[in-house]
C-alpha cells in the first residue's frame, strides 16, 4: 500500500537524492505547528468568553435581586409612611 502523496516528503529521510522534498517537510511541520497553536489560542478564548459569560450573568441575576429588593423595601416604606400618616 503506497502512502498518500502528502505524506511521502514525511516519511522519506532527507538523503542527498530528495533534498528537494525539504522545504515541503519543514512546510507542512510549520503549518501544523501553527494549526496546533492557534487550535489551542482559540480554545483558550472562547474558554475565557464562556467564563467571562457566565460572570455577567451572575451579575445581571444579583443587579435583578437588588432591583427586587429595592421595590420590596420601597413598597415597605410606602406603607409604613401611609400608616404612620392615618395614625
Given at each position: 500500500?503506497k502512502?498518500?502523496p502528502?505524506?511521502?516528503p514525511?516519511?522519506a529521510w532527507?538523503?542527498?537524492a ?7 517537510v519543514l ?23 464562556l467564563v467571562l459569560a ?8 444579583l ?10 423595601a ?5 406603607v409604613?409612611?401611609?400608616?404612620w400618616r392615618?395614625?
Amino acid at each position: 500500500m503506497k502512502p498518500a502523496p502528502f505524506l511521502a516528503p514525511l516519511l522519506a529521510w532527507p538523503t542527498w537524492a530528495n533534498w528537494a522534498t525539504l522545504p515541503l517537510v519543514l512546510i507542512l511541520v510549520l503549518a501544523l505547528a501553527l494549526a496546533l497553536v492557534l487550535t489551542l489560542v482559540l480554545l483558550l478564548a472562547l474558554v475565557l468568553v464562556l467564563v467571562l459569560a457566565l460572570v455577567l450573568a451572575v451579575a445581571l441575576v444579583l443587579a435583578l435581586l437588588l432591583v427586587l429588593l429595592l421595590v420590596v423595601a420601597l413598597v415597605v416604606a410606602l406603607v409604613l409612611a401611609w400608616r404612620w400618616r392615618r395614625s
